[in-house]
Each structure stands twice: as structure tokens, then as C-alpha cells.
């Protein structure tokens, strides 16, 4: 507040409103030849009623308050207190108002019906779409008031009489508690020194495959499309850099003399926007240009009215888009002369060729020279700059023309697939979803058993988990320190996974007035990452949100959406006997000499001789629910904050430690979780040159340590099927196997359950390679007798590189249903069958566990 300021602060504000303030300000008064201001929508103006003391007459003013930067302004030079520009008006309104006594003094905004309509019925042919929207922008400033803010402090009488003065109806006045202030005035409280409150500073990285480009751009521009014919690039905003990838891209096609044409769509550029310069310069230096530049951006009409005008007066060839449809799709193509003809280069993203908000937007842009994709999108600048009506498109969904039939069929068949007993599962992430033959058939999905995750920053129609329609549904909101922008779309499709990236939501306006663009992706690498990322938000507990069958989000840090049941213990379920020798000495590492650094380990029944070795361990838990319906988890960590890098915990031991106590060490320290080994997986080998043995043993969880903010380390719970993806290489072979075996068990499991069996305890106790392990079947049902006998997973598989879809698949075994714990990637695995021992005295083998005929 004003008044709690100093002598001192107060002196310095009056300073800074006579010199930055003061001549800005023209106060408008209203009387007979005065009529009522135009008043600017958004504007903050005040309204002051003067006395004129010579004449004992009041007069009403009206002026705006200068739209300068900042909006709040610190009062010293701590910068810890602030005070809005509104606020050190009225304190020296005198100034203004000189001779004249203050009487009432009141802010308040308006806002107008600023949207700019463009369609059929309002542009003729005849016209030039660049000076239709300049006069609409002009006349935009008198467009009618929608709305009226005002202070709790403003009299009825006074708010009325602006409220007329605009043709207001009295619903449309909204009465402010406290001061008219948005999020975006706060923008410079943020420089504030408290590091405490503050995020990191942010340095996008450069793409490792770019690296070193840009020092090279003078001497061989072409070299970033070398880059590009050796594969597909995906480039990742803003964790990677805006300027050293995509601004890059341009620029070298600018200056490279084997370029002949460049074809780009600008729809949000920012101000300044370097990709115009390069434009420009591209078409001074002689190469065939071509601009399509949105004029209907939503507030950035002028902007890029004052673009194109650049544009034009450079030499390029300009156009404006399509009346009745906004050119929302990011596509640049740059066409070079070589060796073997003509080659065209693609850049498609997911956000705008903005380098501001490439630094705060998550986005994706794939760089490729796919001859049918950049074929595709020559097509599409064909259709957009000329009179082509293309309606089929290789490899791209373009909407309006092919996108929304599209998804909607592979909707379809996801849902065809679960209802066949197929891998079936849809994962999105996009902005909105309001499109009803969209949500129409993912509820019909749904039904149908398909497993669906939407990942959506704005709008959604979607309810999850309501019964009978919705269950197989869940809706993820992801709020941190990026505006989530990214579109990616995923269709399991029983195995042949579908990936796409693109500009589209899944709403009216971009399928069906927009013209969007939404890439296949073939790298598998790319596929990869893209599904880490997917994985990601559907497994954070620090920024996410779930949306709850009542429409309302629930923080998942908060847990506030329980399981109904208790998770189920691992060991009671198993009966894993807890014996101190259930490692073999046999399977330990022989060190060969006391001088040498070479360790003797079994891998594959042979005797392999490494560098070095050490112990980790994969902690499991299961889930709440029943055995049979839920996934088992894994625990994995990473080596930093902020790293993607997810593993199991591991490292080497400490002298006369076991193996065993050391793996327990690590998942102690790393994991922060304590329990206790029931198995292992054997040695595994790693590293470049296969130098390096660990031996990898499975944790049951039972307890789950506090884990300090400060600590280094991230740790998360992973359902198994989506641990295979986020872990490495290394990871991957270990993780495949706890997958396949842990899946086959569940599995056999549910059965026996159904089959409500009165089962006799069973124990049999194994021995093989010193592993001890004793199985006891817990699933019994009281009111009837019936033995099962349980056989050992064998340990002999013809093949040791095999992929996940080659594994055991109950359907395919007529022995139950299909499980939905497939990997989306097809990973292979070197591990030997052997690395399988541990696990294979504790689960059931499926294909000796043939479920009964119906006849039974």
C-alpha cells in the first residue's frame, strides 16, 4: 500500500511517475463538448471526480494508465516490495490535475469483442485479404464491451454510470475484491532475490548430432542435411535448443548454394523473429521463397500483417492461407539440387517457429528426408499456394481432409483387437479433446476392453472410469514449469505400434476448421524415446493431476485417489521361504589372482573371465487389488535429478560382505526400500566391451524409507511393461525377463482362482545349482477339494535373442487370456536362459499348466 512507504520511497516513486508517467497521461473530461473516451479494450484506466475550487463545480476525468513495463515496481533497492504503476498514479494525481481538489478516484478495465472474423459472406475475391484484416483490426479498437471490471471501493452510482456509458448489462460488470492484477503483471515480482523460490536457470542443450554445425555454417551450410539423409531427427523443445536445431535448419538453407526453394508456414513467429530474417535473406540471395503467413493468428494480426509486408517487399511469394480454415500445421521444406536430382528436407513440428516460446513450450519438430513424407508435404504447400484440391495424402493425416477419419479408425481397431483377445492400448498427449465423434468411439473403445491414457493440458470431454462406459479410461493433466504443447499419439495395434507427432488437438476446430498436419514416426529410436515420454506422465507423482470419474483432478502426490483394496504381500503370495544360504556359493564371482583384476563368472553354463563385478537388486511390490488383476512394479532410480536415466539400484560390495547383503546395501542406500532377496536372476554381463558382470537379484519391498527432497537421486514405482522402456540397454535384459516370467505367473494365477480349486498344500522344494525356493499355493477355496500340481518354468529356450511378442502368450496357448503387460517396443535380448534359474523355482510354467476344458 501506498501509504506504508517512507518519506524516502515515496519521493523516489513521485520521481519515477514525473519522469516515466506524467507524459504518457491525457485525462479526457466529460461534459457537453466532451463526449464518452474511447476506451482501449484490456486498457486499466481511472476515473477521478475534481472539485474546481474558484467555481464550486466537480468535474469527472478519465485517463489510462500508461501500459508501460513492469506493471509492479520494486519501492527500494532490496527488490522484496513492489507496488503497481495504478497505485503511484492516484498517489500524485495532483500532478495531473493541478489547482483542482481530488474528490473520488477509482480504477477499472474493459474489455471488447476483439476476435476477428473471417469467412466467405465477409471476403470477396475481389479483395486483398492483407488490407481486409488491417481495416479489421482498426475497427476491432470501437468493437462493442463485453465486459466491465471494477474495484469492491467504486460506488453504485459511478459503476452504473460507466456500466450505461458502455451499453453494459449489469451481468456483465464483475465487482474485483482487491486490485486489477493478472499472473502476467507479477512477471518482474519474479526476478525477486529469493533463490529459494526461484527455478534453476535453463540452458537448452544442442542436439548431439548437431553439435559443431553452427561454427561450420560460413564454410559448409550443407552439412546439417548430410545429418539428416543419415536418419530421421527428432529435436525436443525446450530441453534442446531452439536456435542450434530448427533456426539452424533455416539459416543453412539460406546460405547453402545448392538450395533452390524453401516453402514455410509462419503462424506465430514472435516479434523479431530471425526466421523472417532468414527468409528474407534466402530470397535476396536469389533462391525461390514461398511464405504462407496466417493473418487470422489470433492477436497476432499485426504482427504478421507487418511480416508479410517484409516478406513481400523481399521477393517472396506470400500467401495468406485459405478462407474459412486457419493453417495451424508447422511445416517447412527446403528443396536441394544433388547429385542424383532434386531432394527435398522436412522440418514438422508440433508448436510454432517461435524461438520465445520454444524456451517455455514443450514441443517436437522431426527433421527428415523421407521421400514420401516430403513428397506429402510438397503436395500440401501445392494446395495451400495454388488451386489444388489434393485429397490423398502417402503418409501424412492432413486435416480437414484424411486426419479425423483416420483416428477414428484406428480407434476402431484397437477396439476390434480387444474385443478379438488382442494387445490392445491408446496413449495421447495433446491440448484439448472435445471432438464428439472422437470421444464417442473411445468410450466405445473402452468398452470394448482397450487400455486408453489421454494426457491433456486443456479441455476435456472425456469422464474417465465411470462403469459400464469409462473404466478402461484414464484423463492426466501435467502442470509444472513448461506449458505441456506436444502432440503425440500412440496405437499399440496388437504389436505394429502406430506413432504420431503433429500440430493437431483432438477438437472441432483443428479437425474440422483448421489445417493441421500430423506425421507418421518410422526411427525406432525415435519411437523409443517418444514412448519414454509417455511413460513419464503416466508414472510422475510430482506434477500430475488425475481426473476422477466426477470430472474433478486429484493431485497423485496426494494419493487422493486410493486403491479400494490393500496390496497383497508378495511373499505371502509366493511362500518364499526366507533362508540366509538361498544364494549358492556356485554362482559366485572367482576372483583368479590376488594381483590381477579378473573375476571367473557362470554365464550361459560357461566360465566367463571379467574386469570387474557387482551386485543390484530389482525391487518388487504388487499393487493393490486382487493377484490376478493387477501388475507386479518395479522400483528404479536415476543416477541425478532431472535425469531419464532410470535403472535398477546397484554397485559393487565392501569386504566380507555376501552377495546378497550387498545387492540388499544398495536398494537400501540408492532405493531408500528395505526386504528381503527371494531370488536371482543370475550374471549378466555390460559395458562396450562386455568387460563388466553384475549379478542381479529380485527384492520383495517391505518397507518404503522416508526420501529427503535434497537427496540426489529421483526413484519411481514403474508397472513392469513400462519399466522395459524406461530403463537402458543394460536394464532391458534383466527387466524382459522378470516381465515375461512375473506376466506367465499372474496369469496362472487369476486362473486357478476362477477355477476356485480346493488345493492341498503343495510343497515342493527345489534344488538346482544351490537356489532353494519353497512354493507353497496359496489359492484355496474352502468348500472344495481339488489338487493342482505346479511345474518349474523351464530354463531351456531354443533361442537366446527372441523378442517380447515371442514370448508365452496364453491366448495363443488356448490357456486364458491375453495379457496387456506386452512391451510397445520390439527390444531384443542377449541374456542367456540360464539368467532365468531364480525365477524359475518360484513361478508356474503356462505351457505345462494347461487350463481345463470347459468341460471340466
Given at each position: 500500500?501506498?501509504?506504508?512507504?517512507?518519506?524516502?520511497?515515496?519521493?523516489?516513486?513521485?520521481?519515477?511517475?514525473?519522469?516515466?508517467?506524467?507524459?504518457?497521461?491525457?485525462?479526457?473530461?466529460?461534459?457537453?463538448?466532451?463526449?464518452?473516451?474511447?476506451?482501449?479494450?484490456?486498457?486499466?484506466?481511472?476515473?477521478?471526480?475534481?472539485?474546481?475550487?474558484?467555481?464550486?463545480?466537480?468535474?469527472?476525468?478519465?485517463?489510462?494508465?500508461?501500459?508501460?513495463?513492469?506493471?509492479?515496481?520494486?519501492?527500494?533497492?532490496?527488490?522484496?516490495?513492489?507496488?503497481?504503476?495504478?497505485?503511484?498514479?492516484?498517489?500524485?494525481?495532483?500532478?495531473?490535475?493541478?489547482?483542482?481538489?481530488?474528490?473520488?478516484?477509482?480504477?477499472?478495465?474493459?474489455?471488447?469483442?476483439?476476435?476477428?472474423?473471417?469467412?466467405?459472406?465477409?471476403?470477396?475475391?475481389?479483395?486483398?485479404?492483407?488490407?481486409?484484416?488491417?481495416?479489421?483490426?482498426?475497427?476491432?479498437?470501437?468493437?462493442?464491451?463485453?465486459?466491465?471490471?471494477?474495484?469492491?471501493?467504486?460506488?453504485?452510482?459511478?459503476?452504473?454510470?460507466?456500466?450505461?456509458?458502455?451499453?453494459?448489462?449489469?451481468?456483465?460488470?464483475?465487482?474485483?475484491?482487491?486490485?486489477?492484477?493478472?499472473?502476467?503483471?507479477?512477471?518482474?515480482?519474479?526476478?525477486?532475490?529469493?533463490?529459494?523460490?526461484?527455478?534453476?536457470?535453463?540452458?537448452?542443450?544442442?542436439?548431439?548430432?548437431?553439435?559443431?554445425?553452427?561454427?561450420?555454417?560460413?564454410?559448409?551450410?550443407?552439412?546439417?542435411?548430410?545429418?539428416?539423409?543419415?536418419?530421421?531427427?527428432?529435436?525436443?523443445?525446450?530441453?534442446?535448443?531452439?536456435?542450434?536445431?530448427?533456426?539452424?535448419?533455416?539459416?543453412?538453407?539460406?546460405?547453402?548454394?545448392?538450395?533452390?526453394?524453401?516453402?514455410?508456414?509462419?503462424?506465430?513467429?514472435?516479434?523479431?523473429?530471425?526466421?523472417?530474417?532468414?527468409?528474407?535473406?534466402?530470397?535476396?540471395?536469389?533462391?525461390?521463397?514461398?511464405?504462407?503467413?496466417?493473418?487470422?493468428?489470433?492477436?497476432?494480426?499485426?504482427?504478421?500483417?507487418?511480416?508479410?509486408?517484409?516478406?513481400?517487399?523481399?521477393?517472396?511469394?506470400?500467401?495468406?492461407?485459405?478462407?474459412?480454415?486457419?493453417?495451424?500445421?508447422?511445416?517447412?521444406?527446403?528443396?536441394?539440387?544433388?547429385?542424383?536430382?532434386?531432394?527435398?528436407?522436412?522440418?514438422?513440428?508440433?508448436?510454432?517457429?517461435?524461438?520465445?516460446?520454444?524456451?517455455?513450450?514443450?514441443?517436437?519438430?522431426?527433421?527428415?528426408?523421407?521421400?514420401?513424407?516430403?513428397?506429402?508435404?510438397?503436395?500440401?504447400?501445392?494446395?495451400?499456394?495454388?488451386?489444388?484440391?489434393?485429397?490423398?495424402?502417402?503418409?501424412?493425416?492432413?486435416?480437414?481432409?484424411?486426419?479425423?477419419?483416420?483416428?477414428?479408425?484406428?480407434?476402431?481397431?484397437?477396439?476390434?483387437?480387444?474385443?478379438?483377445?488382442?494387445?490392445?492400448?491408446?496413449?495421447?498427449?495433446?491440448?484439448?479433446?472435445?471432438?464428439?465423434?472422437?470421444?464417442?468411439?473411445?468410450?466405445?473403445?473402452?468398452?470394448?476392453?482397450?487400455?486408453?491414457?489421454?494426457?491433456?493440458?486443456?479441455?476435456?470431454?472425456?469422464?474417465?472410469?465411470?462403469?459400464?462406459?469409462?473404466?478402461?479410461?484414464?484423463?492426466?493433466?501435467?502442470?509444472?514449469?513448461?506449458?505441456?504443447?506436444?502432440?503425440?499419439?500412440?496405437?499399440?495395434?496388437?504389436?505394429?505400434?502406430?506413432?504420431?507427432?503433429?500440430?493437431?488437438?483432438?477438437?472441432?476446430?483443428?479437425?474440422?476448421?483448421?489445417?493441421?498436419?500430423?506425421?507418421?514416426?518410422?526411427?525406432?529410436?525415435?519411437?523409443?524415446?517418444?514412448?519414454?515420454?509417455?511413460?513419464?506422465?503416466?508414472?510422475?507423482?510430482?506434477?500430475?493431476?488425475?481426473?476422477?470419474?466426477?470430472?474433478?483432478?486429484?493431485?497423485?502426490?496426494?494419493?487422493?485417489?486410493?486403491?479400494?483394496?490393500?496390496?497383497?504381500?508378495?511373499?505371502?503370495?509366493?511362500?518364499?521361504?526366507?533362508?540366509?544360504?538361498?544364494?549358492?556359493?556356485?554362482?559366485?564371482?572367482?576372483?583368479?589372482?590376488?594381483?590381477?583384476?579378473?573375476?571367473?563368472?557362470?554365464?550361459d553354463g560357461s566360465s566367463v573371465v571379467v574386469n570387474s563385478v557387482s551386485y543390484g537388486c530389482v525391487p518388487i511390490r504388487l499393487?493393490?487389488?486382487?493377484?490376478?488383476?493387477?501388475?507386479?512394479?518395479?522400483?528404479?532410480?536415476?543416477?541425478?535429478?532431472?535425469?531419464?536415466?532410470?535403472?535398477?539400484?546397484?554397485?559393487?560390495?565392501?569386504?566380507?560382505?555376501?552377495?546378497?547383503?550387498?545387492?540388499?546395501?544398495?536398494?537400501?542406500?540408492?532405493?531408500?526400500?528395505?526386504?528381503?532377496?527371494?531370488?536371482?536372476?543370475?550374471?549378466?554381463?555390460?559395458?562396450?566391451?562386455?568387460?563388466?558382470?553384475?549379478?542381479?537379484?529380485?527384492?520383495?519391498?517391505?518397507?518404503?524409507?522416508?526420501?529427503?527432497?535434497?537427496?540426489?537421486?529421483?526413484?519411481?514405482?514403474?508397472?513392469?511393461?513400462?519399466?522395459?522402456?524406461?530403463?537402458?540397454?543394460?536394464?532391458?535384459?534383466?527387466?524382459?525377463?522378470?516381465?515375461?516370467?512375473?506376466?506367465?505367473?499372474?496369469?496362472?494365477?487369476?486362473?486357478?482362482?476362477?477355477?476356485?480349486?480346493?488345493?492341498?498344500?503343495?510343497?515342493?522344494?527345489?534344488?538346482?545349482?544351490?537356489?532353494?525356493?519353497?512354493?507353497?499355493?496359496?489359492?484355496?477355496?474352502?468348500?472344495?477339494?481339488?489338487?493342482?500340481?505346479?511345474?518349474?518354468?523351464?530354463?531351456?529356450?531354443?533361442?537366446?535373442?527372441?523378442?517380447?511378442?515371442?514370448?508365452?502368450?496364453?491366448?495363443?496357448?488356448?490357456?486364458?487370456?491375453?495379457?496387456?503387460?506386452?512391451?510397445?517396443?520390439?527390444?531384443?535380448?542377449?541374456?542367456?536362459?540360464?539368467?532365468?534359474?531364480?525365477?524359475?523355482?518360484?513361478?508356474?510354467?503356462?505351457?505345462?499348466?494347461?487350463?481345463?476344458?470347459?468341460?471340466?
Amino acid at each position: 500500500r501506498y501509504r506504508d512507504l517512507t518519506e524516502d520511497q515515496r519521493d523516489t516513486m513521485r520521481e519515477y511517475f514525473r519522469k516515466k508517467l506524467f507524459p504518457l497521461i491525457t485525462p479526457l473530461s466529460v461534459d457537453q463538448t466532451h463526449p464518452f473516451p474511447l476506451l482501449q479494450s484490456h486498457g486499466i484506466y481511472l476515473v477521478v471526480v475534481v472539485l474546481n475550487p474558484e467555481t464550486s463545480k466537480t468535474r469527472r476525468l478519465y485517463f489510462r494508465i500508461p501500459n508501460v513495463k513492469p506493471r509492479a515496481l520494486p519501492v527500494d533497492e532490496t527488490r522484496l516490495k513492489y507496488i503497481s504503476v495504478e497505485h503511484i498514479c492516484l498517489a500524485n494525481i495532483d500532478m495531473i490535475c493541478e489547482g483542482m481538489e481530488l474528490l473520488k478516484a477509482y480504477p477499472f478495465r474493459v474489455t471488447r469483442n476483439v476476435k476477428l472474423e473471417i469467412d466467405d459472406t465477409s471476403f470477396g475475391d475481389s479483395d486483398n485479404l492483407l488490407d481486409f484484416v488491417w481495416e479489421e483490426v482498426h475497427r476491432r479498437r470501437s468493437a462493442p464491451a463485453t465486459r466491465l471490471e471494477v474495484t469492491k471501493t467504486m460506488p453504485a452510482d459511478m459503476r452504473v454510470l460507466i456500466q450505461k456509458e458502455l451499453y453494459l448489462d449489469e451481468i456483465d460488470v464483475y465487482i474485483i475484491p482487491s486490485n486489477l492484477l493478472g499472473l502476467a503483471d507479477f512477471f518482474s515480482v519474479s526476478f525477486a532475490p529469493l533463490p529459494d523460490l526461484q527455478y534453476r536457470p535453463h540452458e537448452p542443450s544442442v542436439p548431439k548430432r548437431l553439435i559443431g554445425l553452427e561454427e561450420k555454417l560460413h564454410e559448409d551450410p550443407g552439412k546439417i542435411f548430410t545429418v539428416i539423409r543419415k536418419g530421421d531427427l527428432l529435436v525436443d523443445y525446450p530441453t534442446m535448443s531452439f536456435n542450434q536445431s530448427s533456426l539452424l535448419f533455416l539459416r543453412a538453407a539460406a546460405r547453402d548454394p545448392k538450395v533452390q526453394a524453401i516453402k514455410c508456414v509462419l503462424y506465430r513467429g514472435g516479434p523479431d523473429s530471425p526466421l523472417v530474417a532468414s527468409l528474407i535473406r534466402a530470397a535476396k540471395s536469389g533462391k525461390e521463397v514461398s511464405v504462407l503467413v496466417e493473418l487470422k493468428a489470433s492477436f497476432d494480426e499485426v504482427q504478421n500483417s507487418t511480416y508479410a509486408r517484409q516478406l513481400q517487399d523481399a521477393g517472396c511469394n506470400v500467401s495468406y492461407g485459405l478462407v474459412g480454415l486457419k493453417t495451424h500445421s508447422k511445416i517447412m521444406a527446403v528443396v536441394r539440387a544433388e547429385e542424383n536430382g532434386f531432394r527435398a528436407y522436412c522440418q514438422i513440428a508440433t508448436g510454432n517457429f517461435n524461438p520465445s516460446t520454444a524456451k517455455i513450450y514443450t514441443d517436437l519438430a522431426l527433421f527428415t528426408c523421407r521421400e514420401d513424407i516430403c513428397l506429402d508435404v510438397l503436395d500440401l504447400f501445392n494446395a495451400l499456394t495454388g488451386f489444388s484440391r489434393k485429397r490423398r495424402y502417402r503418409r501424412l493425416l492432413v486435416a480437414p481432409v484424411n486426419m479425423l477419419d483416420s483416428f477414428i479408425q484406428m480407434i476402431d481397431r484397437e477396439a476390434e483387437n480387444a474385443r478379438k483377445g488382442l494387445a490392445a492400448r491408446i496413449i495421447v498427449q495433446i491440448n484439448g479433446l472435445t471432438e464428439v465423434d472422437v470421444v464417442s468411439h473411445l468410450y466405445a473403445a473402452s468398452q470394448a476392453g482397450v487400455r486408453i491414457d489421454i494426457i491433456c493440458r486443456g479441455l476435456c470431454a472425456i469422464r474417465p472410469g465411470l462403469p459400464g462406459k469409462s473404466e478402461n479410461i484414464r484423463v492426466f493433466s501435467w502442470i509444472g514449469r513448461f506449458l505441456q504443447h506436444r502432440r503425440i499419439f500412440y496405437f499399440h495395434n496388437n504389436g505394429d505400434e502406430h506413432f504420431f507427432i503433429g500440430s493437431a488437438d483432438l477438437r472441432n476446430r483443428n479437425l474440422n476448421g483448421r489445417v493441421e498436419v500430423v506425421v507418421p514416426i518410422d526411427d525406432e529410436k525415435i519411437r523409443r524415446k517418444l514412448y519414454k515420454m509417455l511413460i513419464f506422465f503416466l508414472t510422475d507423482r510430482e506434477n500430475t493431476w488425475e481426473m476422477a470419474s466426477d470430472g474433478r483432478y486429484y493431485f497423485r502426490k496426494a494419493c487422493a485417489i486410493p486403491d479400494p483394496a490393500p496390496a497383497p504381500d508378495l511373499g505371502s503370495v509366493l511362500s518364499i521361504k526366507d533362508d540366509e544360504e538361498l544364494v549358492s556359493k556356485e554362482n559366485d564371482a572367482i576372483k583368479i589372482s590376488g594381483w590381477k583384476n579378473e573375476w571367473s563368472v557362470m554365464i550361459d553354463g560357461s566360465s566367463v573371465v571379467v574386469n570387474s563385478v557387482s551386485y543390484g537388486c530389482v525391487p518388487i511390490r504388487l499393487k493393490a487389488g486382487a493377484v490376478g488383476d493387477k501388475e507386479p512394479e518395479v522400483l528404479l532410480v536415476t543416477p541425478s535429478k532431472g535425469s531419464d536415466d532410470w535403472n535398477f539400484p546397484q554397485g559393487g560390495e565392501v569386504e566380507g560382505e555376501s552377495n546378497r547383503d550387498s545387492s540388499k546395501r544398495h536398494a537400501e542406500v540408492n532405493a531408500g526400500v528395505t526386504g528381503r532377496i527371494i531370488g536371482s536372476l543370475g550374471w549378466f554381463l555390460s559395458g562396450k566391451e562386455k568387460q563388466h558382470a553384475i549379478e542381479v537379484f529380485i527384492l520383495e519391498t517391505k518397507k518404503e524409507l522416508d526420501w529427503a527432497e535434497e537427496f540426489v537421486r529421483e526413484r519411481q514405482w514403474f508397472p513392469l511393461s513400462d519399466a522395459l522402456t524406461l530403463s537402458d540397454d543394460a536394464s532391458n535384459e534383466i527387466l524382459e525377463k522378470v516381465l515375461s516370467t512375473l506376466s506367465n505367473w499372474f496369469q496362472m494365477s487369476k486362473r486357478e482362482s476362477s477355477q476356485k480349486d480346493d488345493t492341498s498344500n503343495n510343497n515342493s522344494v527345489h534344488h538346482e545349482n544351490g537356489l532353494q525356493t519353497e512354493i507353497v499355493d496359496t489359492m484355496v477355496d474352502k468348500n472344495e477339494s481339488a489338487s493342482a500340481e505346479m511345474s518349474a518354468v523351464s530354463a531351456e529356450n531354443e533361442s537366446t535373442d527372441y523378442r517380447v511378442e515371442e514370448m508365452v502368450n496364453p491366448v495363443e496357448n488356448g490357456t486364458g487370456p491375453a495379457t496387456l503387460l506386452e512391451s510397445p517396443l520390439k527390444m531384443k535380448s542377449s541374456a542367456s536362459s540360464e539368467s532365468l534359474q531364480g525365477l524359475s523355482h518360484i513361478l508356474p510354467n503356462l505351457e505345462q499348466h494347461q487350463q481345463p476344458s470347459d468341460s471340466t
